[in-house]
């Protein structure tokens, strides 16, 4: 992609992680880059980069409007390069004991919010032929056991970026999506600080107490935000990018589970999950 001076690339979730990182990487390449965060979060990491920060709930319609309003705005007559939908949240636990505002709310940021966000800013994609980068997870291709509001969201995200990059065939606007495996990001921290007191004394404690622990060691152990964020700027910027783009560590192994018959991954899983925990 020929990248024209000042032409603007909004960045969705840039207070930290992989869409800080991001943030960094475009603004060195000569993007002007739009960075949102929440009203509580702190703008300074975005403008130390000379990224303009916008602030955007996703779960909210008239902060949409707004953060869309004041970014066409100040783009002005400026091309629109690209969209990243990096913004999401995680969460989860058993689903027999799941709070269904929990399932709304995850699937109200990371699936009905990109969608939102993507619709205002389509028109001007179209008329730039730019890009839409999705950030997914390996968790939107292979389903992991008390995770389901994130996973599930994540197979939507899926589905909806092979929805609409055959919808935008004709008009040259790809569609890329991203799928890292655990990054060490703050989403996982937000999720590990909910409480769940809920499920002691039911048939899922010991399994979720294990899980738990896999989790912080997962983030722990996760890829850097900045590796994540390379493999985003090379599909905003290069000329054939892949659809789908895994970021993990171990690809191999993630490829070869994507052909193992559903029975077969379902005992690996359980085996993995419910015997280390008893």
């Known amino acids: 992609m020929a ?63 707004d953060a869309t309003e004041r970014i066409r705005a100040l783009l002005d007559d400026k091309p629109l390069a690209g969209l990243i939908n990096n913004a999401g949240i995680a969460d989860g636990g058993p689903i027999e004991l799941l709070d269904i505002d929990v399932l709304r709310h ?15 800013f389509l028109p001007r ?8 980068i999705n950030i997914s997870s390996v968790s939107g291709r292979l389903a992991t056991p008390f995770l389901a509001p994130y996973c599930g969201s994540k197979f939507a ?14 008009f040259g606007v790809e569609v890329v999506i991203i799928e890292p495996a ?29 899980a738990l622990r896999r989790l912080r060691k997962g983030r722990e152990r996760g890829l ?12 905003l910027t290069v000329a054939r990018p892949p659809i789908r783009i895994p970021v993990l560590r171990n690809r191999r192994g993630f490829l070869l589970a994507l052909w193992m018959s559903d029975r077969f991954l379902d ?10 925990a008893r």
């Open 125 to 132: 994609l179209r008329q730039s032929r730019g890009r839409i």
């Open 224 to 235: 850097d935000p900045s590796k994540v964020a390379r493999v985003i700027v090379d599909a």
């Open 267 to 276: 005992r690996r899983i359980a085996r993995k999950a419910w015997d280390a």
């Open 182 to 210: 655990i990054v060490r990001t703050p989403i996982w921290d937000k999720a590990l600080q909910h409480d769940f007191d809920r499920y002691r004394g039911s048939p899922y404690e010991s399994v979720i107490a294990k």
């Open 3 to 65: 990248i024209e001076n000042g032409a603007g690339v909004v960045v969705t979730g840039a207070s930290g992680g992989i869409g800080l990182a991001t943030s960094r990487l475009l603004v060195e390449r000569g993007f002007r880059v739009f960075g949102t965060l929440l009203e509580h979060e702190d703008s300074a990491p975005l403008e130390a980069l000379e990224v303009t920060p916008v602030r955007l709930d996703l779960a909210q319609p008239a902060s949409l409007r």
């Open 106 to 120: 995850v699937f109200e940021v990371n699936v009905v919010g990109l969608v939102a966000v993507t619709q205002a």
């Open 157 to 170: 995200v899926e589905a909806i970026s092979d929805c609409l990059r055959r919808e935008l065939y004709p």
